[in-house]
């Protein structure tokens, strides 16, 4: 059996969900084409698990997640959605659930990127806002659209939107239900890249790399402190970079990027 094989063999079994193992790189593809990828209680589950499992895996280093067919996610499954409704506080752990998803997404310890290969709406636009990076390709559409059908978020986006973007167009974007191509997204920072549909996944592939050499304790520390510093005051957070620093410089993968730096090699990380 090979580590790919032992990873996604003790990852959560759904056909919602594809799960792969490469090159240090957890691949998550949603796997609802025909529905647009739209989430249910079993795809976000199968998610949160597999979110769970990477953060507690030293092998893998980066996370990406993408969706099956011409869209990324169009957020929650309206149709199971209004099933659910029928029923007293039908959709409250449903969408509790999703909200604990983005938040496990955004606090992983590993960088997680998003390949958005389509349509992004909704809770899809959620899920994408926890990611660390995101890369879409040039046919991609995105937009909260919640009040389409008088939806109200429940995963972020109102926190996340506009510190992502800033208020006022996080506004626009959310009161008026609009889409936006992946170059208006990139114009205002909702996107980081934008790239050819076909060059989607290369792209994405050598941030990975890139990304999967680095000392992940480093990387965890730097996305936590990121991460804690846009919540509190600077002096908080200067103080805790402070404190952090000095855990470091305890750490083998600090020593061992110095020794590298001396002795011109690459580095051989392990985390610790």
Request: with cysteine; net charge neutral; glycine share 6%.
């Amino acid at each position: 059996m090979t580590a790919a094989d032992d990873i996604t063999l003790n990852l959560p079994r759904s056909e919602e969900l594809r799960v792969r193992f490469a090159d240090s790189v957890l691949w998550l593809q949603l796997n609802r084409p025909q529905a647009l990828n739209a989430l249910t209680p079993v795809l976000v589950e199968a998610m949160a698990q597999a979110i769970a499992a990477a953060g507690a895996d030293p092998r893998v280093r980066v996370v990406v997640l993408s969706g099956a067919g011409r869209a990324f996610c169009a957020g929650a499954d309206l149709k199971e959605s209004e099933k659910r409704s029928k029923l007293a506080r039908g959709n409250v752990a449903f969408i509790r659930a999703l909200g604990e998803l983005a938040t496990a997404i955004e606090s992983c310890s590993r960088p997680v990127i998003a390949a958005v290969n389509g349509i992004a709406l909704a809770g899809g636009l959620e899920l994408m806002l926890a990611c660390d990076m995101v890369l879409a390709a040039e046919s991609a559409r995105l937009g909260d659209a919640h009040s389409n059908y008088a939806m109200f978020p429940g995963a972020g986006a109102t926190v996340r939107l506009p510190r992502r973007i800033g208020l006022v167009r996080a506004k626009q974007l959310m009161l008026t239900g609009d889409f936006l191509s992946a170059e208006d997204a990139l114009a205002i920072g909702l996107v980081d890249r934008v790239v050819p549909d076909a060059a989607l996944e290369g792209e994405v592939l050598a941030l990975a790399a890139k990304l999967a050499v680095k000392s992940p304790l480093v990387l965890a520390r730097m996305k936590e402190a990121l991460n804690d510093a846009i919540h509190q005051s600077a002096e908080t957070a200067l103080r805790r970079e402070r404190d952090l620093n000095e855990l470091h410089a305890l750490s083998f993968d600090r020593a061992e990027g110095l020794a590298a730096f001396r002795e011109k090699r690459a580095p051989q990380f392990q985390g610790r």
